[in-house]
């Protein structure tokens, strides 16, 4: 093990001791003398000289585990603190707690209250108030209101992160007071980059809801990430350049078309067109795309770095991916049935591969085995592969009794840490398909010195041969940086997965649930030689 790890592993014992003992030794006598006090600023004690990020990690053990009182709440909220979490114990957050943080936490500089329903919005507006260094904040599932919203946009002039996904009281006005503040005539949350709206549909007008999603995107000239489940409807009116809505926006605030205005730095009264630079927007990431809005929609933000793109039923010729050269991160799933396939797809990946770091194929037909090693190869700088294909029946060959070799070359894939593999099977497959399938195994498996996260899940083909061939490579040793590794409902016996635990790696975790030529008995072959090898491996079987 490095010596960062041994650090961090010793640090979280002793805190993980802190948390054992906190009740009977740190908080006796602060809960006998000063729990009724809530005003003080300094607290002596040992969490004064406690690092704050090691404070908040200590709040997270207690109240993951369930140990964090109100008393001890109280003790660990510190002056020095600039990053705050209470998620894990937004049950004992209340309106006196909140009071508390005012009191003593400001210099915080991210604060995160998902969850904490019992802090009336007025406690939230006024927090806000006390709060202008924030650049990170989460209130979702709390009672953000409008009220709150004005605050934040107000004196939080610093705010880059906000998150208030599931707030029931947000309407479409509370957007417009987020963003622009009527008293000043002022755009507030100028350096505003991700605003996260999950699970945000306000009752009334739904169309209102849309021209307040156009008003933000407006008027945040730096947002990267508006996620809401509206959001392509908001896009397609920006692109349409349908900013005239009747009854929208409220009096005292600027109408769409000055605020597109205002955002190309064009000031003054002018009744023609919105031209389309005045709509350009400056996102970075778009979660749940359709496919027939890729043309369209995409040309309003060509600097886009990560998407999720909704892919139909039916096969479409006409989208492309050329126009996000800075691509990074692309999700392409099909939520209906038939599914589409990955042939018919996979031309369109082709122009922006080398830029992927991510990519993540969902419900997919695989009808030939090349097709996915040929995407691979074209995507070298690939960080992440995350894949679910359903493998149709296949036609078996009549003179395939003669299984070629494995290839021997490496599929040169030097920066992937993350490769999982989940396959559906209609049929069984022929023994041509499975033995080309363990090929391609191999040849990844041997080119992918960084990987860290193996997951092959329904696999048909020989795992034992694969790993046989891979850890019998000469040096260097393959696969030394393999942390976790799930073979579930997979074709492998212990033997293979012995290969695994002999080899030189950093395992923590091998998961064989559902293999069938896994045993009780083997199972617990594998566990004693763990013991006897004195290595820390959670191996999972069922």
Known sequence: MSLGRDVASLTSLCLQNIAENMQSTWMTDYTDKNMEDYNFMYIEGPFNQLAGPLVQQLIRILGDSHKLTKSGLHLLLQPHLTELSLRSCAGLVNKAMVQLVTVRCKLLTTLDLHSCSRVPAASLASLMERLPRLLKLGLADTHCDS????????????????????????????????????????????????????????????????????????????????????????????????????????????????????????????????????????????????????????????????????????????????????????????????????????????????????????????????????????????????????????????????????????????????????????????PIFQHKLGGFLVSLLKGCPKLESLSLCGVPAPLDGVFEVVYGSPQPQPLQRLREVSLCSSNITQWGASLILRAKNDLRTLDLSHCKDVTCRDHHQLQEKARRDKRSVSITWQ
């Open 147 to 430: 009220l709150v919203l004005a605050a934040i946009g107000i004196h939080c002039r610093r705010l880059q992160e906000l998150d208030i996904s599931r707030c029931k009281k947000i309407l479409p006005s509370s957007l417009l007071s987020l963003v622009y503040d009527v008293k000043s005539g002022q755009f507030c949350c100028q350096m505003m980059r991700v605003l996260l709206l999950q699970d945000v549909t306000p009752p009334g007008d739904p169309e209102h809801w849309l021209y307040a999603l156009c008003f933000v995107l407006l008027a945040l000239p730096s947002l990267e990430q508006l996620a809401n489940p509206s959001l392509a409807q908001a896009m397609r009116l920006l692109y349409l350049r349908t900013l005239r809505p009747h009854g929208f926006p409220p009096g005292n605030f600027p109408s769409l078309v000055e605020v597109a205005k205002t955002r190309a730095g064009r000031g003054g009264k002018c009744d023609g067109p919105v031209r389309t630079p005045d709509t350009s927007l400056r996102l970075k990431k778009l979660e749940d795309l359709d496919e027939e809005d890729l043309s369209t929609l995409g040309s309003l933000c060509q600097g886009l770095e990560e998407v999720a793109i909704s892919l139909s039923n039916q096969t479409k010729d006409s989208w492309s991916l050329v126009q996000w050269p800075n691509l990074t991160h692309l999700t392409l799933h099909c939520p209906e049935h038939p599914p589409r396939s990955l042939e018919d797809i996979v031309s369109n990946i082709h122009p922006i591969s080398k830029s992927l770091r991510l990519l993540s194929l969902q419900n997919l037909l695989w009808h030939h085995q090349e097709s996915v090693s040929t995407l691979l190869t074209w995507c070298p700088n690939l960080q992440s592969f995350q894949s679910h294909f359903t493998v149709p029946h296949q036609t078996a060959i009549d003179d395939a009794a003669e299984l070629p070799p494995w290839p021997g070359d490496p599929l040169p894939l030097l920066h992937l840490h993350t490769f999982s593999l989940l396959l559906e099977i209609e049929d069984a497959l022929p």
